[in-house]
């Protein structure tokens, strides 16, 4: 391997890069081919409390600054990742194995959105005046929270670190990120750049480790508020454990998302969308529409239409610009993927394409499509997190409506229709925070991203976020005597 991918050291701690050797060794494996491509260790208490430390030292400080004058390091950060977006995406093809061609236009320029985003509304970060009777008036302060914990998951490890650092610092907070044990290295690429940019040290501190790190990092009590990007059961142990300690939280949790594709669908655009929306990534989004209900009079052309198109993706080296489709991000998610697909075969769902490992080094499995998949079966209720459609019959509207919703989650829901009533007619009734009308999982930094039900609380990107990274202190101001009963 001859990309540099050993970093310096396995965690970034006031505003330097630190090692303690003694935590428990944390190797770094490239999808692709199965190498080892770094040595991390995870984080001892003590790794752990100089990062905490370091971020209450350094939030006291970035709090003091203007909003300007903190947009300006965020903006500045924004232009750094740009300018390396070539490297920065190699690095997170090699820690998640996803196509360069996907790594180029939706990581480092994701994440570099969400700090120009932020970075542009700091200094509109203000409050309010509100006129009183008799001459007296309030008015209300946005203040930050404090230190915020952010937990990543692995499917966007720069894009996750970015999506919380940039709201929670633009708002004056300092943050502890620990990025997913799966994919360690980009985040410390963040904290670099951040640095460069001219963000103080300790504001941007990242601490490597499973869940073992992520817990005492949720309930140490200089921790304000907890960012976690996961799964369900691991949302539910976090939300807990944060109020016990009475923490903010925004929860970005998993989905089993519907797409409803109509009779009267474009059928290309149709299957481009359930192309994004199971295939990209190799199905790793959290917001993917995973049960796709297609109309009973389209289904066999939509099914003989995917196989066709599925021939084009391009299964092979990652780095290579032309391959759209990659390995699982590991070895284990890989056996759960597999796992589900024979429980698809075992309870009668027809396999139309796809459904094996690919005989590679590397954790490779082909995009796989099910039919005649009923909303019974363990394919159409659980998360896979893999590249594996499920095709659902409909016939009428009310009855996909009430199906699409007949789960505990609600991330996304998609539509597809050339008659724009119904479309907006059933996302309004269709339970999710992420929808699409003719799309399907587009997620820029302007438009508010998160779930409902057991998909998570509170939202990523836009204006919304700037609610989840701050609280408003409100002053009333009384311009004549204060009158009291005795
Ligand atoms: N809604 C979203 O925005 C979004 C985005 C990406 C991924 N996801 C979801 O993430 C999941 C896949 O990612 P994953 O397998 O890394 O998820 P996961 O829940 O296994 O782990 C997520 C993170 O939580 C940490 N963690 C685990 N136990 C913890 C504990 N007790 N306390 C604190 N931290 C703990 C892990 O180390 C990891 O960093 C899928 O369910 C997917 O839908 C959601
Ligand atoms: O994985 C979830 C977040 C996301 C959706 N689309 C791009 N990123």
């Excluded at 829901?413 to 009734?429: F, P, S």
Aim: with cysteine; charged share 20%; net charge negative.
């Amino acid at each position: 391997m001859t990309y540099p991918t050993q970093p310096e050291a396995s965690h970034f701690v006031n505003g330097q890069y630190m090692e303690d050797d003694t935590g428990t060794p944390l190797p770094v494996i490239y999808p692709a081919t199965g190498e080892k491509i770094a040595q991390l260790h995870e984080a001892t208490p003590k790794v752990l409390d100089a990062a905490i430390s370091a971020a209450e030292a350094a939030q006291k400080e970035w709090a003091k600054l203007s909003g300007m004058e903190r947009g300006r390091v965020l903006r500045r950060a924004a232009d750094i990742m740009r300018e390396r977006n070539h490297d920065l995406s190699v690095l997170e093809t090699m820690d998640t194995g996803k196509p360069y061609q996907e790594t180029s236009v939706a990581d480092a320029t994701s994440g570099a959105d969400a700090l120009e985003y932020f970075g542009g509304l700091a200094a509109s970060l203000t409050g309010e005046h509100i006129p009183l009777p008799g001459g007296d008036w309030a008015y209300t302060i946005r203040e930050p929270l404090g230190v915020c914990a952010g937990i990543g998951a692995w499917n966007y490890p720069t894009q996750i670190a970015c999506w919380k650092a940039a709201p929670a610092l633009a708002c004056g907070n300092a943050m502890v990120f620990k990025p997913s044990e799966t994919t360690p290295l980009s985040a410390l690429k963040v904290a670099e750049i951040l640095m460069e940019a001219g963000a103080p040290a300790g504001l941007f501190n990242v601490v490597q480790g499973k869940g073992g790190v992520g817990a005492p990092l949720v309930t140490d009590p200089r921790i304000a508020k907890v960012s976690l990007t996961g799964s369900v059961p691991t949302g539910r142990k976090v939300y807990a454990a944060a109020a016990e300690g009475m923490k903010h939280v925004t929860m970005e949790l998993g989905g089993k998302s519907p797409m409803v594709v109509f009779d009267d669908a474009s059928l290309e655009d149709a299957i481009s969308g359930a192309i994004l929306g199971n295939f990209y990534s190799t199905g790793q989004v959290c917001s993917n529409g995973t049960r796709v209900f297609v109309h009973k009079s389209i289904k066999e052309a939509f099914l003989a239409r995917m196989a066709e198109r599925l021939k084009d993706a391009v299964i092979g080296d990652p780095l290579d610009e032309a391959t759209s489709f990659g390995p699982m991000v590991s070895e284990a998610q890989l056996q759960i993927v597999l796992g589900f697909i024979e429980a698809g075969k075992s309870e009668g769902a027809r396999l139309v394409t796809g459904g094996n490992r690919i005989d590679k080094p590397g954790c490779w499995i082909e995009p796989t499509v099910f039919a005649d998949v009923t909303d019974d079966m363990t394919i159409a209720r659980e998360e896979i997190f893999g590249p594996v459609l499920s095709v659902l019959d409909f016939e009428d509207e009310d009855e996909v409506i009430a199906r699409a919703n007949a789960t505990p989650y609600g991330l996304s829901a998609g539509v597809y229709t050339r008659d724009l009533q119904r479309g907006h007619r059933v996302i309004g009734q269709l339970q999710a925070g992420s929808c699409f009308i003719n799309s399907y999982n587009d997620a820029p930094v302007e438009v508010p991203f998160g779930g409902v039900k057991a998909s998570g609380v509170g939202r990523e990107n836009s204006k919304e976020a700037i609610a989840h990274y701050s609280q408003v202190k409100s002053v009333y101001v009384r311009m004549g005597e204060t009158e009291a009963p005795f």
